[in-house]
């Protein structure tokens, strides 16, 4: 801007008036460093004494370290200097020295040679977080990364990470937008896509099982359902979950691939809060803005700066996308239902979130909308190859999106920036879809397998010489009991009972009787 107005940045006293809200800066950076010192932590304890650069099937990458260092322009000036000598690059590589390097507890003085120095920020997770109110552009909350005295890298605009779910509203959204509604169901099973003449993609669900029930949309999306939103793809063609991608705001080329909606492109979390801002802002896309105002060294104002609108979805569907975002924490199953934990949902508060994770856990995304505004949050290392081992410890709801709530939280409770609790506001446009369709809850019937009643001491011993035994009724607890029934009282409803023919009792007999039948029976002569 000053080389197109013809100001000098440095010496004419231009003042600069940014949209960051500096209170809600100070939050985030809170969130963000008490979550990021936790997830460091337990990414050591779930690698130990392990080396964490893996492949894709887990075997360890031996000349990782090597491989980083020839990216460094250290590397080409020690190349330069011994003349493509690898011993004496080797030894350079591999020389400790002493140098100040990042620690959660505070900088920290090591000796490390560059290996070691390659070796240990690797290991090191990083975040990128915006937030915006999407109503006039204005970015509200940039953090770029962990500490930018060591890690000059802008993690939310200049890297660019693979979406994992959060990319799926955008095929919910081609589904809207191809007359389908959020109440429209497909049965959760295993699918097997045509990807070329000969290739097929069969994805599976994050919990490797398929439950082969129906669903509607709005519960596949809020459970993050693969096989449902790659059954939506098919149905609605990739290039066309690209092309509202596009329109809502991810600016990134996109492979329009049958694994499109499960987000295996990069996107970048500027991108993605932008999209995710459209539908908050009744279909109309803002471009997000970072300075409001310059004014001259006497506060004369030279310039404002409004951001650039433009309508690209209509309002009715606008407002149903919120409704599915909002599934993920209404719905059975709801990913974003780990919120719960924190001081967020009084006043009736609502919130819509998709979560997210790509393969092998190397990225872990929140997106996380209210009623005023939108954030993303991205977690990972960024070296691809390292990365947690499994969902409970990589996901995107154990990752970023406690930073997510942690930053609510004090955003909430802090008056003064006029962001309040309440519910999102209703619908000012007809909505001309069904929507309302509330989805059963499926309780599981563990009485067979988790009781007491399937015990040892409740199963009768049968014997080896026994065929067939009989095995005594075992009561069960969820039956209701039926009345005692008195002595000579008939139960109601019941046939009379078959009366039982009583054993006729044999006399008595006396000892005379007995002495006369011995000597009678001794009597009679042998057949």
Same mark, same amino acid.
């Given at each position: 801007?000053?080389?197109?107005?013809?100001?000098?940045?440095?010496?004419?006293?231009?003042?600069?008036?940014?949209?960051?809200?500096?209170?809600?800066?100070?939050?985030?950076?809170?969130?963000?460093?008490?979550?990021?010192?936790?997830?460091?932590?337990?990414?050591?304890?779930?690698?130990?004494?392990?080396?964490?650069?893996?492949?894709?099937?887990?075997?360890?990458?031996?000349?990782f370290p090597e491989k980083a260092a020839q990216r460094?322009?250290?590397?080409?000036?020690?190349?330069?200097?011994?003349?493509?000598?690898?011993?004496?690059?080797?030894?350079?590589?591999?020389?400790?020295?002493?140098?100040?390097?990042?620690?959660?507890n505070g900088e920290k003085e090591v000796e490390y040679?560059?290996?070691?120095?390659?070796?240990?920020?690797?290991?090191?997770?990083?975040?990128?977080?915006?937030?915006?109110?999407?109503?006039?552009?204005?970015?509200?909350?940039?953090?770029?990364?962990?500490?930018?005295?060591?890690?000059?890298?802008?993690?939310?605009?200049?890297?660019?990470?693979?979406?994992?779910?959060?990319?799926?509203?955008? +095929? &919910?959204?081609?589904? #809207?937008?191809? %007359?389908?509604?959020?109440?429209?169901? @497909? !049965?959760?099973?295993?699918?097997?896509?045509?990807?070329?003449?000969?290739?097929?993609?069969?994805?599976?669900?994050?919990?490797?099982?398929?439950?082969?029930?129906?669903?509607?949309?709005?519960?596949?999306?809020?459970?993050?359902?693969?096989?449902?939103?790659?059954?939506?793809?098919?149905?609605?063609?990739?290039?066309?979950?690209?092309?509202?991608?596009?329109?809502?705001?991810?600016?990134?080329?996109?492979?329009?691939?049958?694994?499109?909606?499960?987000?295996?492109?990069?996107?970048?979390?500027?991108?993605?809060?932008? +999209? &995710?801002?459209?539908? #908050?802002?009744? %279909?109309?896309?803002?471009?997000?803005? @970072? !300075?409001?105002?310059?004014?001259?060294?006497?506060?004369?104002?030279?310039?404002?700066?409004?951001?650039?609108?433009?309508?690209?979805?209509?309002?009715?569907?606008?407002?149903?996308?919120?409704?599915?975002?909002?599934?993920?924490?209404?719905?059975?199953?709801?990913?974003?239902?780990?919120?719960?934990?924190?001081?967020?949902?009084?006043?009736?508060?609502?919130?819509?979130?998709?979560?997210?994770?790509?393969?092998?856990?190397?990225?872990?995304?929140?997106?996380?909308?209210?009623?005023?505004?939108?954030?993303?949050?991205?977690?990972?290392?960024?070296?691809?190859?390292?990365?947690?081992?499994?969902?409970?410890?990589?996901?995107?709801?154990?990752?970023?999106?406690?930073?997510?709530?942690?930053?609510?939280?004090?955003?909430?409770?802090?008056?003064?920036?006029?962001?309040?609790?309440?519910?999102?506001?209703?619908?000012?446009?007809?909505?001309?879809?069904?929507?309302?369709?509330?989805?059963?809850?499926?309780?599981?019937?563990?009485?067979?397998?988790?009781?007491?009643?399937?015990?040892?001491?409740?199963?009768?011993?049968?014997?080896?010489?026994?065929?067939?035994?009989?095995?005594?009724?075992?009561?069960?607890?969820?039956?209701?009991?039926?009345?005692?029934?008195?002595?000579?009282?008939?139960?109601?409803?019941?046939?009379?009972?078959?009366?039982?023919?009583?054993?006729?009792?044999?006399?008595?007999?006396?000892?005379?009787?007995?002495?006369?039948?011995?000597?009678?029976?001794?009597?009679?002569?042998?057949?």
């Amino acid at each position: 801007w000053c080389q197109e107005n013809g100001y000098n940045l440095d010496t004419d006293g231009l003042k600069i008036y940014t949209t960051i809200d500096s209170r809600m800066q100070q939050y985030a950076q809170e969130a963000v460093n008490s979550q990021m010192k936790l997830l460091q932590r337990r990414l050591e304890n779930v690698w130990g004494n392990e080396n964490p650069w893996r492949t894709s099937d887990g075997n360890e990458i031996l000349d990782f370290p090597e491989k980083a260092a020839q990216r460094l322009p250290y590397y080409d000036a020690l190349k330069k200097k011994y003349t493509n000598n690898q011993d004496s690059i080797d030894y350079y590589l591999n020389l400790p020295k002493k140098m100040k390097v990042f620690n959660w507890n505070g900088e920290k003085e090591v000796e490390y040679s560059t290996i070691d120095s390659i070796k240990y920020y690797a290991k090191i997770l990083n975040t990128g977080m915006m937030t915006m109110d999407p109503f006039n552009g204005h970015i509200k909350v940039w953090i770029g990364g962990i500490d930018h005295n060591y890690f000059n890298y802008d993690h939310v605009n200049q890297a660019k990470r693979q979406a994992g779910s959060t990319f799926k509203p955008f +095929a &919910y959204l081609a589904a #809207l937008e191809a %007359g389908m509604n959020p109440c429209d169901k @497909l !049965v959760d099973k295993p699918v097997r896509i045509p990807y070329g003449k000969t290739v097929y993609w069969e994805p599976k669900n994050s919990d490797w099982n398929f439950s082969w029930r129906e669903m509607s949309l709005r519960a596949a999306m809020g459970k993050s359902v693969n096989s449902i939103t790659a059954q939506i793809t098919q149905q609605v063609g990739a290039e066309n979950v690209v092309k509202y991608a596009h329109l809502s705001g991810i600016e990134s080329d996109l492979q329009a691939v049958p694994s499109v909606s499960l987000g295996p492109n990069d996107v970048s979390v500027f991108e993605m809060v932008r +999209a &995710y801002g459209t539908f #908050l802002n009744k %279909g109309i896309r803002s471009e997000p803005i @970072l !300075v409001e105002r310059i004014t001259d060294q006497d506060g004369n104002v030279i310039e404002k700066f409004k951001s650039k609108q433009k309508r690209t979805l209509s309002e009715e569907i606008a407002w149903l996308m919120l409704y599915m975002l909002r599934g993920g924490m209404d719905e059975p199953g709801g990913t974003s239902q780990a919120l719960w934990e924190w001081d967020l949902f009084k006043k009736n508060n609502q919130i819509g979130g998709k979560t997210g994770t790509s393969s092998d856990y190397v990225d872990g995304w929140y997106m996380g909308v209210t009623k005023d505004l939108v954030t993303g949050v991205w977690v990972g290392c960024d070296e691809r190859s390292v990365h947690f081992k499994s969902s409970e410890t990589g996901e995107g709801s154990r990752t970023a999106l406690p930073i997510f709530a942690k930053f609510m939280e004090k955003v909430y409770k802090d008056p003064k920036l006029g962001i309040t609790l309440g519910p999102f506001p209703k619908p000012s446009v007809t909505i001309t879809r069904v929507y309302q369709c509330p989805t059963p809850r499926y309780e599981e019937d563990t009485f067979d397998v988790d009781s007491l009643y399937i015990d040892s001491m409740l199963i009768p011993d049968v014997g080896s010489d026994t065929a067939i035994k009989a095995v005594p009724e075992i009561p069960n607890p969820l039956t209701p009991r039926e009345p005692e029934i008195k002595t000579g009282q008939q139960p109601a409803n019941r046939p009379p009972a078959a009366t039982k023919a009583e054993p006729v009792k044999e006399e008595e007999k006396s000892r005379k009787q007995l002495r006369e039948e011995r000597r009678g029976n001794k009597a009679k002569p042998n057949n």
